[in-house]
């Protein structure tokens, strides 16, 4: 299989403090895993590209300073959404695509709620 | 700051009948097209996935139509059950390999039993 799982899968916190999302592809590697965002009754946007041993690749619109991604190993990408204000409250979900499946799709991870008060 | 919220399109459908969800792409060049099934508080979950050089294929109850002239994409799920009830996005890609996908605006799918 090809499984993602993110970590927390909810969170709550205060405004002004910064959350720490993981996403983990358990049984692939991947070189590249994406970030998305998801409002309420809205589609998934694309947020950035994160890229294993570089930087992040963040689509138009979407801060870099305060979406800090880092994707330090082929299972592993974190985003910190920093100095959190209650527009942040979003469902963010990862996605990773196996490095030596390149025919394979993407597969998505559970999401994470954050909510910031 | 946050986007204002949009109302799903939603279809509901009678159990064991036949459903049809459609949706419109936007870049003439994608080439490589997938429907994705979110239940309530979970990621998008792989259904089917159609190239450019196809214009139908078929899964376990599922087909998915695509017409590349008017850039049309459908999702066709047979005999539905109540465990089909979803919101359905489909989602594009200008070129597989390139990865980033773009996605849909998403269609609520209800089962009635």
């Given at each position: 299989g090809a499984v993602v799982s993110q970590?927390?899968?909810?969170?709550?916190?205060?405004?002004?403090?910064?959350?720490?999302i993981e996403c983990r592809s358990l049984d692939f590697q991947a070189t590249t895993m994406f970030w998305y965002r998801q409002f309420p009754k809205q589609s998934l946007m694309l947020m950035a590209t994160?890229?294993?041993?570089?930087?992040?690749?963040?689509?138009?619109?979407?801060?870099?300073?305060?979406?800090?991604?880092?994707?330090?190993?082929?299972?592993?990408?974190t985003l910190t959404?920093?100095?959190?204000?209650?527009e942040d409250s979003s469902f963010y979900i990862?996605?990773?695509?196996?490095?030596?499946?390149?025919?394979?799709?993407?597969?998505?991870?559970?999401?994470?709620?954050?909510?910031?008060? | 700051g946050e986007s204002v919220g949009l109302h799903l399109p939603t279809l509901s459908v009678q159990e064991?009948?036949?459903?049809?969800?459609?949706?419109?792409?936007?870049?003439?060049?994608?080439d490589y097209f997938i429907w994705y099934k979110q239940e309530s508080g979970k990621g998008p979950q792989f259904i089917i996935d159609i190239r450019s050089n196809m214009d139908k294929r078929q899964g376990q109850r599922v087909t998915v139509l695509l017409n590349k002239t008017v850039k049309h994409l459908s999702l066709q799920i047979?005999?539905?059950?109540?465990?089909?009830?979803?919101?359905?996005?489909?989602?594009?890609?200008?070129s597989f390999g390139n990865e980033k996908l773009t996605f849909g605006t998403g269609t609520r799918l209800t089962i009635i039993p």
């Open positions: 970590h927390p899968s909810w969170v709550i916190c205060k405004s002004g403090t910064s959350v720490k994160s890229n294993e041993g570089s930087k992040a690749t963040y689509e138009q619109g979407v801060e870099k300073d305060k979406f800090l991604i880092n994707h330090a190993s082929l299972t592993l990408s959404v920093t100095s959190a204000h209650p990862c996605s990773a695509r196996p490095s030596d499946r390149p025919q394979e799709t993407q597969y998505f991870g559970p999401g994470t709620r954050l909510l910031v008060l | 064991g009948d036949n459903s049809i969800i459609n949706c419109a792409y936007s870049n003439s060049a994608s047979a005999a539905t059950q109540p465990g089909d009830s979803a919101v359905y996005f489909c989602a594009e890609n200008i």
